[in-house]
């Protein structure tokens, strides 16, 4: 019939009106953000359990106790989360330097810092053998031992600026001037600047100043040698009346020319020689001050009767690791016949400083001349130290005064990155971050994180 509505068309307008509007005006579908925001709320809140519990320095550098307090959490909460940890702003437990080095220098510095304990945990020293165009990836700090003419390298040491690779150099630069002025990674990468080179010797070595703040170029070094822990050892043994432990463990702390012996007596005491004459004199209790050959340390550790670790306080005046004496059957452009001593004159180049570590100071002639000199370099730090066991100086600089201060300077320009200490192949998770401080031997400030993700 003529105007009656066939009920099929109608269906059809129902349907393409239906279309229309789901084309026109779609459907709002809201996502919360609930299992993101779960996991960050359970970081959140394992770390400050940790914390609470005082185990967060622990479980921050011990992979195993943290691995170990997480299954039990999520074992009892049922939570079937994957985690994983980092740490950034420290020293690592496991401290990679890089070195254009010998066997047999790699052995001795290894034994140097073997023992090494900060703030009560282990930290470990690998020494690298490198070619200094092609360092490992995992590299904290480059040392470079001995002269070498960088100027070849200075787009590689550049790149390893802009990376945060610290560097540091332990080198001399005997003969003319041209050995630093015209090679350009000691000009643009050290900042260092061949003055002159003087006749005499230094009287003393010490720190050029007291750092300002935390903020200051000098500050992490000049914190770092006063704080560390330098581990000592043994090398005999010796009954001592009185001692627990019989025979006693025997060992030095060498001070320039001077070796000064202690006796480990206990677990908790050791004896030492504090005037050099070989007989033991004082009895010091860990944590406890004594003063040895007129400067100040603190007993940090005892190792059972194996070693200890002695920490230096200011104020403390360096073993001459600046003066030399010109090697024999080398051509010297001033003429002086060999056995003459002297002092290379090396500057910051910007004239800046306050980059001095440490100043040698000359009475005869007077003068002061700089010994070690920080530089920042992109992201980087760098710093230059004498050769201090170079032939052309007495073996009595290679003291523990020096080795403790190279360890500074080694810490201070290391890449402090972000290292995984609990690692899980995740590809997508959340990261919580706590900033964590710890002062039992040095105030040491670091960033943990703890991320959680779905196994799924």
């Not at 070619?131 to 550049?158: A, C, H, K, W």
């Not at 001592?240 to 320039?256: D, R, V």
């Not at 990155?417 to 990261?431: D, F, H, S």
Request: net charge negative; charged share 20%.
């Amino acid at each position: 019939m003529k105007g009656q509505i066939n009920i099929v068309e109608l269906i059809f307008v129902l349907v393409a009106l239906l279309i229309a509007f789901g084309v026109l005006f779609p459907g709002f579908v809201y996502e919360n953000k609930w299992k993101e925001a779960n996991i960050l709320i359970n970081s959140r809140d394992l770390i400050l359990t940790i914390d609470r519990t005082g185990n967060l320095y622990s479980y921050s550098f011990d992979k195993n106790s943290l691995s170990l307090f997480l299954d039990k959490v999520s074992a009892e909460n049922k939570t079937n989360l994957v985690a994983w940890s980092e740490i950034e702003g420290t020293v690592q437990d496991r401290f990679i330097v890089a070195c254009n080095c010998t066997r047999e220098q790699i052995e001795a510095m290894s034994s140097w810092y073997d023992g090494l304990k900060i703030n009560g945990r282990n930290v470990k020293l690998l020494f690298v053998q490198s070619s200094l165009g092609n360092i490992p990836e995992e590299t904290d700090v480059l040392l470079i031992r001995g002269y070498t003419p960088l100027d070849s390298y200075l787009t590689n040491f550049q790149n390893y600026a802009s990376k945060g690779i610290g560097i540091v150099e332990m080198m001399d630069f005997i003969g003319p001037f041209d050995l630093v002025n015209n090679d350009r990674v000691q000009t643009q990468i050290f900042g260092l600047n061949w003055v002159d080179v003087k006749k005499g010797q230094s009287d003393n070595m010490d720190f050029s100043r007291q750092p300002k703040n935390s903020s200051d170029t000098i500050y992490y070094p000049y914190k770092y040698f006063y704080h560390l822990p330098f581990p000592l050892k043994i090398y005999s043994s010796k009954s001592i009346t009185g001692c627990q432990y019989q025979p006693s463990s025997l060992g030095n702390l060498s001070l320039g020319s001077v070796n000064y012996s202690f006796w480990i007596c206990s677990p908790t005491s050791v004896k030492f020689d504090t005037d050099g004459n070989g007989v033991e004199d004082t009895s010091v209790s860990l944590g406890n001050n004594v003063t040895i050959g007129g400067y100040n340390f603190v007993l940090s550790y005892i190792d059972d009767n194996n070693a200890i670790s002695l920490s230096f306080r200011p104020k403390y005046t360096f073993s001459d690791f600046l003066t030399y004496i010109f090697p024999p059957g080398t051509p010297d452009s001033q003429g002086w016949g060999y056995g003459t001593k002297r002092i290379d004159v090396i500057n910051p180049i910007d004239g800046n400083m306050e980059k001095v570590l440490i100043k040698s100071v000359s009475t005869s002639p007077p003068g002061e001349y700089p010994a070690v000199i920080l530089n920042t370099v992109s992201i980087s730090r760098v710093a230059w130290i004498p050769d201090f066991t170079a032939s052309t100086r007495d073996k009595n600089t290679q003291s523990d005064d020096s080795k403790n201060l190279l360890l500074s300077l080694l810490f201070w320009a290391s890449k402090k990155r972000a290292t995984p200490v609990l690692y899980q192949p995740i590809k997508t998770g959340y990261l919580s971050s706590y900033i964590n401080v710890n002062n039992t031997d040095m105030f040491e400030v670091y960033k943990f994180s703890l991320g959680l993700a779905y196994p799924y």
